[in-house]
């Protein structure tokens, strides 16, 4: 690896809720050449989720598969089962110049540095712990058990990531953080 890579590679990361996904829909949407990444999961589909768009949805046994077989860029076990960054596309689309962004936890973020130091690190906070649990709540996604866990570990996410990540976004106003991050890789806003 190495001379073959023009494009940017981005980590984004933050506690359940906080609004990484919207975050990266619209840089994907709204600015030029913006690859997100589509990780693996070994987690249960949720009926609001599309198989291949938000994850592929995969058996334990085919994640093992995965690798056993070297694909994966980096794994991790977060909140009792696996997810993973599958390496080939991501590899594809920064030879082709993309920015490619990668919305992974702690834990790969830091598998991922060690493979890739030049990676542009992005943490997304939240306002308040009340606004947090708020749009946890609203998304609506999961039930109260796996919600009160989620919310359990956004502190001590947030206390890693202050040693790991050298740029933090609060994500009060949606535009404004958006364009924090947009900034912070260098993006250029798509034409109307
Ligand atoms: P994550 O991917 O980090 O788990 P989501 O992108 O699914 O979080 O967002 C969780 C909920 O918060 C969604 O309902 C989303 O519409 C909402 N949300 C995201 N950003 C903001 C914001 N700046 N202000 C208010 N609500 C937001
Ligand atoms: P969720 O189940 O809410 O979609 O994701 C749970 C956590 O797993 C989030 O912190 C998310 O960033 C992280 N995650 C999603 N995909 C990957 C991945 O491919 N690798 C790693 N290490 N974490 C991931």
Not at 98 to 106: A, G, N, Q, W
Not at 141 to 165: K, N, V
Not at 166 to 179: C, F, K, P, Q, T
Request: charged letters at 30%.
């Amino acid at each position: 690896m190495g001379d073959e890579k023009n494009g940017k590679l981005m980590i984004i990361s933050g506690p359940s809720g906080v609004g990484k996904s919207t975050i990266c829909k619209r840089l994907v949407d709204e600015y030029e050449n913006v690859s997100l990444s589509v990780s693996l999961t070994t987690r249960p589909k949720s009926e609001s989720e599309v198989n291949g768009q938000d994850y592929y949805f995969v058996t334990r046994e085919e994640f093992e598969k995965k690798i056993n077989a070297g694909e994966l860029l980096e794994y991790a076990e977060v909140f009792g089962n696996f997810y993973g960054t599958p390496k080939d596309k991501v590899e594809q689309d920064l030879s082709q110049g993309k920015t490619v962004i990668l919305e992974i936890d702690v834990q790969g973020a830091r598998k991922v540095k060690t493979r890739h130091p030049e990676v542009l690190m992005v943490f997304i906070l939240p306002p308040t712990q009340k606004e947090l649990a708020a749009r946890m709540n609203d998304r609506g996604r999961d039930d109260e058990q796996t919600s009160r866990i989620r919310l359990s570990q956004a502190d001590d996410e947030i206390a890693s990531a202050w040693r790991y990540y050298n740029n933090m976004v609060i994500n009060e106003d949606l535009d404004l953080a958006v364009g924090e991050v947009a900034n912070i890789a260098g993006l250029s806003k798509k034409e109307n």
